[in-house]
């Protein structure tokens, strides 16, 4: 259990790997609440343009990204001090931990991670369905070094760019500066045994609820409720495409992937896929 400051807890993910989902689930527990896709448990997602606006006190959008970057750690740290009666902060991170050696999250400013994994199999389909592209180019933008979030040069998003690289260079860069102090849940535990799953989260964050309390919450916001949810109500977050909250499924990549675009996801990711026990020595896919 950690111990509280008035720091943020990163709830970091690759896209598209779950953490929406794990934000739903704390926001109806904690704030006793009935589900509504539109209030997570997040403060906010940390490369929301405003928050560097307004810590800055000028646009940001004037900025060369490579300027920014260099003191988005401090701007953060700064801007976190407003949250002085809180008993936990927690953020949404899309973001790798740290671009070369540049650090983004430094330990200094960070209570704790807890980063949502996903395998990259699925994840593809899923990423291919929310930016519109296919599943080609999703393939090519996991196995890419250089891939960002809102990286668009000719239009200003309401986020500031954010890099990922590869789905490996992701989950590398946070172990490497939060490993001690960082708890790892992947997506497919949290569909197979969600009590267990989101009691650690809980448990980490240093929240205490009933069984009863926490398999309510589970309920209110299985997948099949969340659908449900979208279809009478527009997910906010992503008003551009029609389902957000698409299939949620373990092992549907082998209905929409080729073995070849799979084998290009192995191949540029093979260690930290063996590491997590997504893949076997051979290469045989076990999701």
């Known amino acids: 259990m950690l111990n509280k400051q008035v720091k943020p807890i990163w709830l970091s993910s690759y896209p598209k790997s779950g953490n929406t989902w794990v934000g739903l689930f704390l926001s109806v527990l904690i704030k006793q609440i009935e589900l509504d896709i539109n209030n997570s448990g997040f403060e906010n997602i940390i490369s929301a343009r405003n928050i560097m ?19 988005r750690s401090a701007l953060y740290h700064t801007w976190m001090q407003q949250f002085t009666d809180r008993d936990y902060l927690l953020f949404k991170v899309h973001d790798a931990c740290k671009i070369d050696d540049m650090v983004l999250f430094p330990q200094h400013i960070t209570r704790g991670v807890v980063y949502i994994m996903r395998n990259p199999f699925d994840m593809a389909a899923s990423w291919a369905n929310h930016s519109s592209i296919s599943i080609e180019k999703a393939v090519s933008d996991i196995c890419d070094p250089n891939a960002r979030l809102a990286g668009n040069k000719r ?90 909250f698409r299939a949620g499924k373990v092992g549907g990549w082998r209905n929409e992937i080729t073995m070849e675009q799979a084998n290009t996801i192995i191949d540029c990711n093979y260690d930290t896929l063996l590491k997590f026990n997504y893949i076997d020595e051979q290469r045989n896919i076990l999701v």
């Open 53 to 71: 606006d307004s810590t800055l006190g000028i646009n940001s959008s004037l900025l060369p990204e490579k300027d920014y970057l260099s003191y």
């Open 155 to 244: 239009k200003l998003n309401i986020q500031i760019s954010q890099y990922m690289g590869t789905w490996s260079n992701h989950v590398e860069s946070w172990l490497s500066v939060h490993g001690d102090n960082m708890l790892v849940v992947k997506y497919e535990e949290l569909l197979a045994n969600g009590f267990v799953e989101f009691s650690k989260i809980l448990d980490y964050i240093g929240l205490s609820f009933s069984k009863e309390e926490i398999e309510e919450a589970i309920l209110k916001t299985s997948f099949k409720n969340i659908q449900d949810q979208e279809k009478i109500t527009k997910f906010k977050a992503a008003p551009k495409i029609d389902r957000f």
